[in-house]
């Protein structure tokens, strides 16, 4: 079956702690994305990438980092200097990138940082 | 960047009623994405839909790209329904998302 997962569902940290977040996806998409949710909010863009070994900062990029060495990863790492990192964070993927693919999404990683 | 709006924020529906979503953006696009958000979290692709109407089942979505706002219609609501309701509009190579509306369908 082709899709998006990531790993884990559930994530707890204590404060002060990089964590890593896994996405993997196999429907052979050049374009992979990831989006943080708060309660009760839409989506927002944290970084894109639309090939590999290139990614471009999105709306939210401040405390995080990303990686794109593979066609089919996407990690996500939540560094100490993000300041209100608990969230559920939510990876996407298209085949190409632009206006005219539509995006897939994982089922999301909910993080807890205490 | 684009601008995108969803009306209402919430709405309670007993089972079997019809309900209108609305999405409004800030400029033209060439495509606008509906997803429904269940419980656990997942977003599920509903429509993608340039202009014009598409079906599926008892949803239906039209979108008028020149008027910019797009409307997700749900017949025969159940249960299953409940959820949040997204669109999104694509603005270079990022989707911006609206604030959802929420719905909730009683038995």
């Known amino acids: 079956d082709g899709g998006i997962t990531q790993s884990p569902k559930y994530l707890f940290r204590k404060e002060g702690q990089n964590v890593t977040l896994s996405c993997e996806q196999n429907?052979?998409?050049?374009?992979m994305y990831w989006y943080r949710q708060d309660p009760g909010q839409g989506l927002r863009l944290i970084y894109y990438?639309?090939?590999?070994?290139?990614?471009q900062k999105g709306d939210i990029a401040e405390g995080y980092s990303v990686s794109r060495e593979k066609k089919e990863s996407f990690p996500l790492t939540v560094t100490s200097a993000q300041k209100n990192p608990t969230a559920f964070y939510l990876c996407?993927?298209?085949?190409?990138?632009?206006?005219?693919?539509?995006?897939?999404f994982g089922p999301g990683t909910r993080l807890t940082v205490t | 960047g684009i601008q995108v709006e969803q009306s209402p924020p919430d709405l309670i529906l007993q089972e079997g009623a019809n309900s209108t979503l609305r999405c409004n953006f800030s400029?033209?696009?060439?495509?606008l994405q509906w997803f429904h958000q269940n419980p656990w979290g997942q977003l599920i692709n509903l429509f993608y839909?340039?202009?014009g109407t598409k079906q599926n089942g008892r949803l239906s979505a039209t979108t008028v790209a020149t008027e910019r706002y797009s409307l997700l219609y749900i017949s025969s609501s159940q249960t299953t329904d409940s959820g949040v309701y997204f669109c999104?509009?694509?603005?270079?190579?990022?989707?911006?998302f609206g604030e959802g509306t929420q719905l909730t369908v009683n038995p």
């Open positions: 996407a993927s298209s085949a190409g990138s632009g206006p005219a693919y539509e995006q897939y």
């Open positions: 429907l052979n998409h050049d374009a």
């Open positions: 990438s639309q090939i590999v070994n290139d990614f």
């Open positions: 400029d033209s696009v060439n495509n």
């Open positions: 839909i340039p202009s």
């Open positions: 999104a509009a694509p603005s270079g190579s990022r989707l911006t």
